[in-house]
Structure formats: C-alpha cells, structure tokens
C-alpha cells in the first residue's frame, strides 16, 4: 500500500471524528452540570462519555491492524479545563500548573511533579480493553490524552467558539504550551496512535473505556467506563487521494503519521492531530476545511497589501518587533540521498526549525515584477493597535520549480553548517530559501503568542507560479520546521572523516529581517559520525534533557 493511500485511510478516521462530534451535542440534555447543583468556583466538572454506543472500524488490506478511535470524550462544564506547559530551558523539566477561572479571579494549581513529561498531553489518561465475542481480552492499551483535541459543543450556551489552540504540540524542543477545554465543550479522549495500530481480525468486539485512577483522583472524575460495541470491517484497497494537500520539503506542529523512514518534525502524538502532518519530506493535511478544530485546518491564504508600500522606508524607534531563534536539529540520519542527490553518497540529513519569540509577528510580503521568477521582498512594521507604522526592503523571494517545492521561497531566512569538533571551522554548508508557515507551536506562553496562527499550510502559503504578490507571516509563538530530506538540503559527508561535529542552524544569518534581538540566532546540535563510505552511522547525544535523536 502506498503512503497516500495509507493517508486517505486515515483521513477518514479524522472525518469520522468530526461526524462524532454531532453526536456528542445531543447528549446536551444530559450534559454535566446541566442540572447539578454549582460545584466549586472555577473548578471544571469533568465526566468521560462515549459519543455513540456503537463504532466501525475498517481494516484495509496490506494494513497491520485497526486505529482505536472510539469516540469518546471529556465533557468539560461549570469552568473551562486549561492548562500551562513550561519549561524554563532545555535543562529543566517539564512543568504543568492547571488553571482556574472564577470570573476576574484566576488561581494555579502544579499537577504532580514528573506526571507530565512532555508537551503532548497527559500521558496515560486512558485505558482500553477490547474482549472478542467469546469475551476473551484480545487487547489492552493506554493512551494520553490532549484537552486541544477535536472538540464540539455540548449545548447553545456554551462559547461559540475555543480560544485554546488547536492541537498539543510534539516538536521535542517545545518551550510552552497552553491546553484546554471550553466550559460547555467535551473534548476528544480517543487515542490513534499511528505507529501502533491494534491487530483485530475482522469480527465483533466489545471495547471498555475509563479514566486511570491517578487522573480520576486528581480532577474528581467519576468513575464511568463506557462500553462500546466494536465493529471490524475488513476493507480492501480502493486507492485514491480524496483531495489530501501534498506540501513541499517543510515540516513538521504539533502529531504525524506514518514514516518510512526516520521520524518526520511532528512524531506522533496520542489523542490529537496536527498543523503539519509529515512523511519524508512531503507533508499533508487531513480534514481539509476552514472550520475543523483537530490541528487538520487549512487556512485560507494571506493577502498581500494591494501594492507595493510607497515613501520612504523607516523602523520607527519603539515599534514592536519579531524574535527569530533557532532550534537545536533534531530528526537527524543518515541517507543515500532524495531524488536529485548523487547516487552511491552518505547524506547528514535533520530537522530544523525557526521560530518567533515575539512580541510582533514577521510580516513579510513579496511583489512581482511582470515576467520576473522573483519578488521585492518587504518587511512591515505594526504598532499596539494594529496599525501598519512601518516598511523596509528585506531581500527576494524567489520561485522553486523542484518537484517537491513549487512556491515562493523567502531568501536567507535561515542557513545551516556542519562544524568541526572544535566549531572553528565550517566543513559543510547549505543555505535554503524558505517558505514561512506556522507549523510547530513551539512556545505560546510568550507575550502576544497567537494560539490561532492562519498560515499553517504551505499550499496556501506560498503562492502559486502565476502569483503577482505573496503575503508570508511568522506568527508570536510558533515556528518553522524545514525537514532536511529534498535534494540540496542535506549535508553530503561522504568524504568527511569519522568523529565529532556540530549542525548550526542560523535564523537571518544576513541580518536582514529587522527583529528586537540578534544574540539568539544561533543553535547546535552535536553528532558523532562513524562506519565506512556507503554504510556511514551517525550518534546523536542528548541535548540537556532532550534526548530528541
């Protein structure tokens, strides 16, 4: 089976949530809280619910088993669920505090020390029990969960809207999060683990759901275990896209799927679905729409200023402005070279990533001139209140034919540099026009961080061949995660000796993006090449506490 097909299959696994979501709000009359009496200020009322009595799952031919997404949820009511993820750097661990709302007064809560280890959720949160028909225990399994995940309301009352971001992020390098649920709301609990799909022949099942006492006791969730009635189809391969975006070389935010070889900028993460799904180099979207709440949305694109800006060019004294900061690599293999490598080499291949620690978003628009595969690229300037106060030149932007790209790529965004042992010497380089898009929320706890970024995709981002004008914007808290697998983008060490190097990822190496500092750019990762040409090994030790190969 192919990767695309695999994709289509999942796809509709993410549809299905969706089509359960509708369910979900006609259990508003039962609801939590609905009719009981106001439990304490600003503490949520939580309950687990199973959206339908009954699910189908389909087992495609060529498939190792079946993904357990039976719809059930985390009903949130009397006060939202919310959460901040921190961690002070690098060298400090992860650090959880729920938070409570009670009108204009808002108190914090540390869950456990060491309960929460990561940014993707709350590990181990549910467990899973499916007994065949004979009710002998087939499979067992526990999942984290994510309060960001596919979400719908419970009853008209509740807001409108979530103003909590859209997924849990996984980039291993992750600095801060902020989860939640809406009061009125009831999140996704199911956990798809892409990488661990459960064996289950076709045939009848009964699937048992509760929450893990330690969660139980430490939100005061009853202990209810909906019981589901499994259904296991088996399938044959139909083929078939069904409209999945393909998207160029980039990426990687927050939860992808299936790899065929190391692991893409999003690993997969339990219970949510991400900005940026990733295979290799050529990434997608699932549930392609404006108004899913899952991680899956494709934003419409950016509109560029109607014309190119005009007086003369100025960065007003005090106007805010973006932070870019670099990322230790991660991600990182060796490979015998993409389409368009040399045949019979050893290539360094990583994950890199630049993102925006604010307080202003990087806003940065490129003009045409007619019959030209390159733009006037021009940074803009915005005041407290929105209002555009400034504009300077800022390089090019350029069009990329190569068969995996095909948009408009912003120069000298970033460059990458393999160093010597000693990193007094430059052994390798690679600089790569980027297309900017929001694809890993890599810290929104930072001040104006926006939880709810629109470029996340790069088939609306980038601009097509006949575009006139291109908008790019690197939003407050998020970054841009560039997977080294396209030709020209990997180190080719071929000929380097075995021992100890460093990867320097470099944000505006020109500095030619105006930004409040530019002492941060810099970021390394070390790596110890050994074997023989044509079967060359790489080691990747920790960086602090990541130990994110």
């Not at 400090?92 to 959720?121: E, M, W, Y």
Request: include cysteine.
């Amino acid at each position: 089976m192919t990767s695309q097909q695999h994709r289509t299959r999942v796809k509709r696994s993410a549809l299905a949530v969706s089509a359960a979501l509708a369910v979900v709000a006609g259990v508003a009359a039962t609801a939590p809280g609905a009719d009981a009496a106001p439990s304490t200020p600003g503490k949520p009322k939580l309950k687990l619910i199973a959206a339908s009595n009954s699910v189908t799952l389909d087992r495609w031919e060529g498939e190792p088993g079946v993904y357990l997404d039976l719809g059930t949820y985390v009903t949130v009511d009397d006060a939202p669920l919310e959460f901040k993820v921190t961690r002070k750097s690098y060298k400090d661990p992860v650090v959880a505090q729920q938070i409570f709302r009670d009108g204009t007064k808002t108190t914090t809560k540390n869950l456990p020390a060491g309960l929460v280890k990561d940014f993707s959720g709350l590990p181990g949160f549910l467990e899973v029990t499916v007994k065949n028909a004979a009710g002998q225990e087939v499979a067992k399994s526990k999942g984290g969960f994510c309060p960001n995940n596919a979400s719908g309301r419970l009853r008209p009352d509740a807001p409108a809207t979530s103003h909590y971001p859209e997924s849990c992020p996984t980039n291993p390098f992750t600095l801060g999060s902020v989860w939640g649920t809406e009061k009125g709301w009831a999140s996704n609990s199911s956990t798809v683990d892409y990488d661990k799909p459960v064996d289950l022949p076709a045939g009848e099942y009964t699937a048992k759901v509760r929450v893990a006492k330690k969660y139980r006791d430490l939100f005061g969730i009853p202990d209810d275990q909906p019981t589901i009635k499994v259904t296991v189809r088996q399938q044959s391969d139909g083929g078939g896209g069904e409209g999945l975006t393909a998207r160029s070389g980039h990426h990687g935010a927050g939860h992808s799927m299936h790899q065929d070889g190391p692991r893409g900028a999003d690993a997969p993460t339990p219970g949510a679905l991400s900005h940026a799904l990733e295979d290799r180099g050529l990434a997608h979207h699932l549930g392609d729409g404006r108004d899913h709440t899952d991680g899956s949305r494709i934003a419409p694109a950016l509109k560029p200023a109607a014309q190119r800006p005009t007086g003369r060019a100025g960065v007003p004294a005090n106007v805010p402005k973006p932070d870019l900061r670099s990322l230790p690599a991660w991600d990182i293999a060796i490979t015998d070279g993409e389409d368009g490598d040399v045949p019979g080499k050893d290539y360094l291949a990583f994950s890199a990533n630049v993102w925006n620690a604010g307080p202003a978003p990087l806003v940065v628009d490129g003009f045409r001139s007619p019959g030209k595969d390159l733009m006037d690229a021009y940074q803009y300037f915005y005041d407290a209140d929105g209002k555009q106060v400034g504009h300077t030149p800022t390089g090019t932007m350029e069009w990329d034919p190569r068969v995996g790209h095909e948009h408009w790529h912003f120069t000298d965004f970033a460059s990458y540099r393999l160093l010597s042992e000693d990193q007094t010497k430059e052994v390798r380089s690679g600089k790569e026009a980027f297309c900017l898009a929001n694809t890993d929320a890599v810290d929104y706890t930072v001040k104006n961080a926006n939880w709810h970024p629109y470029n996340t995709d790069l088939s609306t981002a980038c601009g097509q061949q006949n575009s006139i004008s291109v908008r790019e914007v690197l939003d407050v808290g998020s970054g841009d995660t560039y997977t080294q697998y396209r030709p020209g983008q990997s180190f080719d060490v071929t000929g380097l000796p075995n021992g100890t190097y460093y990867i320097q990822v470099i944000a505006n190496p020109e500095k030619r993006l105006q930004e409040t500092n530019t002492n941060n750019n810099v970021a390394l990762r070390k790596v110890v090449l050994g074997g023989e040409p044509g079967a060359r090994t790489v080691t990747v030790p920790p960086h602090d506490l990541i130990n994110a190969p």
